[in-house]
C-alpha cells in the first residue's frame, strides 16, 4: 500500500473525574491522533499515548509531534509499505521516541486491515471474541471514597480492581479493601514509588491475595526488581521499564518481573508488543493490556491486541464512559459484565464519531506525497 496522506490532529479532551497517580493529578487530556490515507482511499488511525507532560515517560506530547512530523512521515509518505511488520523496521535507524513511532505504526495497522478486509484483531492473529477487562483506580485520600468508587466498579461486573498506590498510602489502604472485597481480584500499582529499601514495608502486601504488584520501583530498573521478587510472595509486574521485547528478555532471564503488562505505545508499536507476547507466551509469563486513559481510538487498538491468546489477565481497557462522556469513535467501547464484545467491522472496528472529533480538535496538520 501507499501512503498518500498524513494528517495529524491535537485533541483535547476532559476527563469526567480527575485521576491521581503517585505522580499527581491530572484532569485535561491533550494528546495526538494521526489518520494515514493509501491510494485507494482507505484511511487508518493511530493514537499517540504520551501526556502533556513526562512524568510518566520521557516522552511528551510536543516531542511525538517533533518526532512524527519531522523523521517519521517523511520515512513513510509516499512511499509502499508491504506489511505493517516493516514500519518498525523502517523506524530502527531512531532511537526509542517509541509513543512516536507507535502512533504512526498503528494508524498504518488499522490501514493495512482495512485494505485487506479484516479486523485489526485478526490482522494481528488474535482468535478471542470478547476480551476479559479490569479497572485502573486512581488515588482517593479519602479510604471510604475509594471503597465507595471500588464497590460501584465491582458492582458494574468489572474482573479486576486495580488501585493506585503511594508511600503512606499502601497498606492500610489495601488491608482496608481487601476486608471490604474477600473475593474480588485485586492488584495495586505504585507507579515507581518505592525503593528496595521498602522491602518490608512491601512485605506486608503478601497475604493480601493480590493477583500483583505494579512497577514498586523505579521505572528504569530491572535489578532491584530482581531483588525485591526474591522477597516477595506477590508476583512483580512491570510496567514503566519495558520498552521493548529485549528489555522483557533481560527482565525475565533476571527474574525481575512474573507477569508483564504490555502498552502499545511504551513498547512502540503493535509490532513490538506481538512479539513481547510470543516471547511471554513460550516463557510461561502471563500478560496484560495497559491502559493510558486512552480516547476511543488508542482503546480500540488495546482491545485488538488483547485477542491475542497469552493475555490471560484482565486489562486496564475500561469502556469508554469511564473517562469520557463522549468519545470520539461511534459506537463506544461498552464493557457488559466485565467483558467487551470485539468488534467485528474492518480494522479498529469502530466508526468515527465526527462531530466530537471535530469539538476536541484543537490543531490539524496535514502532509500529502
Ligand atoms: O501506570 O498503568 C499505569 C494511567 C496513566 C498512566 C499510567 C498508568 C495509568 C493507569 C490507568 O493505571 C489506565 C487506564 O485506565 O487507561
Ligand atoms: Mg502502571
Redesign the pocket.
Known amino acids: 500500500m501507499k501512503i498518500t496522506e498524513i494528517r495529524i490532529r491535537k485533541m483535547k479532551m476532559m476527563m469526567k473525574h480527575p ?1 491521581t ?1 503517585s505522580f499527581g493529578t491530572f484532569q485535561e487530556k491533550d494528546f495526538l491522533l494521526l489518520e494515514a490515507k493509501d491510494e485507494l482511499g482507505n484511511s487508518g488511525w493511530g493514537e499517540s499515548v504520551a ?1 502533556h507532560s513526562p512524568w ?1 515517560s520521557e516522552e511528551t506530547l510536543e516531542t511525538n509531534l517533533h518526532i512524527i512530523k519531522d523523521f517519521l512521515v517523511p520515512i513513510v509518505l509516499g512511499n509502499e509499505i508491504s506489511h505493517p511488520d516493516r514500519v518498525s523496521e523502517l523506524f530502527g535507524h531512531l532511537r526509542k521516541n517509541n509513543m512516536a513511532k507507535s502512533t504512526l505504526e498503528g494508524a498504518i495497522w488499522d490501514l493495512y486491515a482495512k485494505r485487506n478486509k479484516m479486523t485489526l484483531a485478526e490482522a494481528l492473529g488474535g482468535t478471542r471474541k470478547k476480551i476479559e477487562v479490569g ?2 483506580i486512581g488515588i482517593h485520600e479519602n479510604v471510604e471514597e475509594l471503597i465507595q468508587t471500588v464497590a460501584g466498579f465491582v458492582e458494574e461486573g468489572y474482573k479486576r480492581i ?1 488501585v ?1 498506590i503511594k508511600p503512606g498510602y499502601d497498606v492500610d489502604v489495601m488491608q482496608k479493601l481487601r476486608a471490604a472485597f474477600p473475593d474480588v481480584p485485586m492488584m495495586a ?1 505504585a ?1 515507581s514509588a518505592y525503593r528496595l529499601e521498602d522491602t518490608d514495608l512491601l512485605k506486608q502486601l503478601d497475604g493480601l491475595n493480590l493477583t500483583m504488584i ?2 514498586p520501583l523505579a521505572s528504569d530498573d530491572i535489578i532491584d526488581h530482581a531483588a525485591l521478587q526474591v522477597n516477595l510472595q506477590t508476583p512483580i509486574c512491570l ?2 521499564s519495558i520498552h521493548s521485547l529485549e528489555d522483557t528478555r533481560k527482565a525475565v532471564e533476571l527474574g525481575s518481573t512474573k507477569i508483564i ?1 504490555i ?1 502499545i505505545g511504551r513498547v512502540g508499536g503493535l509490532t513490538e508488543a506481538k512479539k513481547i507476547h510470543d516471547y511471554c507466551a513460550e516463557k510461561g509469563i502471563p500478560v496484560w493490556c ?5 480516547s476511543g481510538i488508542g482503546r480500540a487498538h488495546n482491545i485488538a491486541l488483547t485477542t491475542l491468546p497469552n493475555f490471560t489477565l484482565p486489562g ?3 469502556g469508554s464512559s ?2 469520557w462522556e463522549e468519545d470520539v469513535i461511534s459506537p463506544e467501547v461498552t464493557v457488559e459484565e466485565g467483558y467487551i464484545t470485539v468488534p467485528d467491522a474492518y480494522g479498529i472496528g469502530y466508526a468515527i464519531n465526527e462531530q466530537a472529533m471535530d469539538r476536541f480538535t484543537v490543531e490539524e496538520l496535514v502532509f500529502q506525497a
Do not use: C, H, P, V
Not at 290 to 294: F, I, P, Y
Open positions: 485521576f497517580t501526556f510518566y479497572i485502573s486495580k493506585k500499582d507507579n505494579e512497577q510496567d514503566e503488562n502498552k495497559g491502559g493510558m486513559l486512552e486496564d481497557t475500561a469511564r473517562y
